[in-house]
């Protein structure tokens, strides 16, 4: 099948590759040229596992180009949206790239001679915006789907390839419904005969898929980070206490490890905006928890730079902190609203001489000048003489390395694990004072 994908970004670059992936001839579409040229050339503008190979392989075979002109989009029967949905004023999602993309789109829609033409929506949108746009898509003789992404970053190549469910979201006209489904069931045939599930719904419900889902999940996580500051003040063990509840089928234990909170490009984004639709749609009571849930993961960051200020007698002024991780979680280079960024931040502002480090984000941060603190692309260097360790992304290499070869190098033996990712008792026999956030 031709496809496009409008928008080459992470979401988009990945759909790309993996459609390539399943045979189909795909053209990724953008307006940023340096994007376009990167990725023609094999060389992929972000870190995720597995994605350079498949670029790379899929460029060679023929079946993946990439273009600035939006006029290469003719006569293809599937176009995928996959541009940004940023945060805007008040919380609200920036809708201005998806519906950019659509009116670039819709002087080349309706061309495919080979059966229905669909566009596919895969970002992130506030409920009600297929609804809104179908019309437009419609008038250009084309069907409109909504087909969120679930895919986590680290993880996206096999999370498109391999779901744990495809949704799709279907025009309300049951004969339009109907075709724009067997579309799509041609288009990702090996991944529903896998075994996938397939759930077919409404446009409204389809959006509230994907944004229930991270609402749910950040909710999960501010509330162990809550617990972690019951266990501080109590005398508690939250680690302990997050695998005793973990072991109830109706919970879970994934999600509930209580650190310096969430960061990344979607959660945070995404409560807000939906918090700001619910506004809109005249329910937003029925979200005002998610406030509270935003409010703790901003005060999760400050239980650590209170344990760093304890740690070193009172004041983190002219010490010497190694903050290890700035991606908002490991095997990616993804620094929107990173807490070990926010955290490196603030102890430099406390007068503290702050050298951050990451096996993917350093090499970006060593490029700026204008940092409040010094980047280290090696681990040794950011170690050496410092007087506090924090932890704030669980990377492996952090994870796992010999707390006695950390000893050799530091200054002052202090760690404070910022995602309870450490082995405590290890880290107190090599000498070192260990603090984690509501453990003992």
């Not at 989009?73 to 008040?90: D, K, L, N, S, Y």
């Not at 996206?156 to 025009?171: C, K, N, S």
């Not at 681990?379 to 704030?392: I, K, Y």
């Not at 070869?405 to 004072?433: H, K, M, S, T, Y």
Request: include cysteine; aromatic fraction near 6%.
């Amino acid at each position: 099948m031709n496809i496009t994908v409008i928008g080459c970004g992470y979401l988009g670059a990945v759909h790309a590759c993996a459609m390539a992936e399943l045979g189909h001839h795909v053209v990724g579409v953008d307006v940023d040229r340096d994007k376009i040229e990167a990725l023609s050339e094999g060389r992929a503008p972000f870190h995720e596992p597995g994605f350079t190979e498949i670029l790379r392989r899929r460029l060679e075979t023929g079946g993946l180009t990439f273009t600035t002109d939006f006029s290469a989009i003719a006569g293809a029967r599937v176009h995928f949206i996959a541009v940004g949905t940023p945060q805007g004023p008040g919380g609200a999602a920036d809708l201005t790239y998806v519906e950019g993309a659509i009116e670039a789109m819709k002087p080349y829609l309706g061309k495919c001679l080979n059966g229905d033409e669909v566009v596919v929506g895969k970002s992130t949108v506030p409920v009600g915006t297929a609804a809104r746009l179908a019309p437009s898509v419609a008038a250009a003789g084309t069907l409109l789907v909504w087909n969120p992404e679930f895919l986590r970053e680290g993880f996206a190549v096999e999370d498109t390839l391999q779901p744990d469910r495809m949704v799709y979201g279907l025009p309300v006209d049951s004969d339009d419904a109907e075709r724009a489904k067997a579309v799509l069931d041609e288009l990702y045939a090996p991944i529903i005969e896998s075994g996938t599930p397939r759930l077919v719904m409404d446009y409204a419900t389809a959006e509230l898929v994907k944004i229930s889902a991270n609402a749910f999940l950040a909710t999960k996580i501010s509330f162990i980070n809550a617990m972690a500051s019951v266990c501080d003040a109590a005398g508690g063990d939250v680690t302990a206490l997050a695998r005793a509840i973990g072991m109830d089928a109706r919970i879970g234990s994934r999600f509930l490890r209580a650190g310096i909170g969430f960061g990344g490009g979607c959660l945070p984004k995404d409560i807000r905006a939906f918090r700001a639709r619910a506004d809109e749609l005249g329910v937003g009571e029925a979200l005002n928890f998610l406030a509270e849930v935003d409010q703790i993961n901003e005060n999760a960051r400050h239980q650590a730079l209170d344990k760093a200020r304890s740690m070193l007698g009172g004041s983190v002024s002219r010490a010497r902190v190694a903050v290890l991780g700035t991606a908002f979680k490991p095997d990616s280079d993804d620094m929107r609203c990173s807490p070990g960024l926010a955290l490196a931040a603030e102890l430099a502002d406390e007068g503290a001489h702050v050298v951050v480090t990451d096996p993917a984000a350093a090499p970006i941060l060593v490029h700026d000048d204008d940092l409040p603190y010094d980047v280290a692309v090696d681990l040794e260097e950011a170690l050496t003489a410092a007087d506090l360790v924090l932890l704030a992304t669980e990377w492996d290499q952090y994870t796992r390395c010999d707390p006695s070869w950390v000893a050799d190098l530091v200054g002052r033996r202090n760690v404070i694990d910022g995602r309870n990712a450490l082995d405590p008792e290890a880290w107190r026999n090599a000498g070192f004072a260990y603090a984690a956030v509501g453990s003992r």
